[in-house]
């Protein structure tokens, strides 16, 4: 007489054991992932503020006469629905006549939390 092949009991517990213990690390991983690449969004898009931030000041210099770039401003945008404060300041740098632009962006709702600093150069 042949034996029946099939999984034991204690086989398919061991195996849904082993299962029930990989199984909430998979999610949490999933989960970490999740939050790195949103963060990761909002980082880009507060850069992309940025950028926009330092092209406009450039592009009022080029076009309009006798523009002062202000020592200090600020301002809020809003981009990918989210409310974004943004905040440029000047200095003189050691070369006559040029000055350094340091812009940075945060969440309008955290200031605090900047997600994104860049500096730049412009001739006065």
């Known amino acids: 007489m042949r034996r029946a092949r099939g999984f034991t009991l204690i086989e ?15 999610m949490m991983l999933i989960t970490s992932q999740l939050q790195g690449a949103g963060f990761n ?7 992309w503020i940025a950028e926009n931030q330092l092209t406009r000041i450039k592009m009022r210099k080029q076009l309009v006469d006798q523009y002062n770039i202000p ?13 974004w404060y943004w905040e440029l300041e000047s ?26 600093t860049l500096s730049g150069f412009i001739n006065e």
Do not use: C
């Open 71 to 83: 020592d200090t401003e600020s301002g809020n945008v809003e981009r990918g629905g989210i409310r």
């Open 41 to 47: 969004r909002e980082k880009t898009q507060a850069y």
């Open 91 to 116: 200095e003189d740098t050691e070369v006559e006549g040029f000055l350094r632009l340091d812009i940075r962006v945060a969440p309008d709702a955290d200031k605090d939390n900047t997600l994104a």
């Open 12 to 26: 398919v517990m061991v195996a849904l054991a082993i299962v029930a213990t990989a199984l909430p690390a998979l």
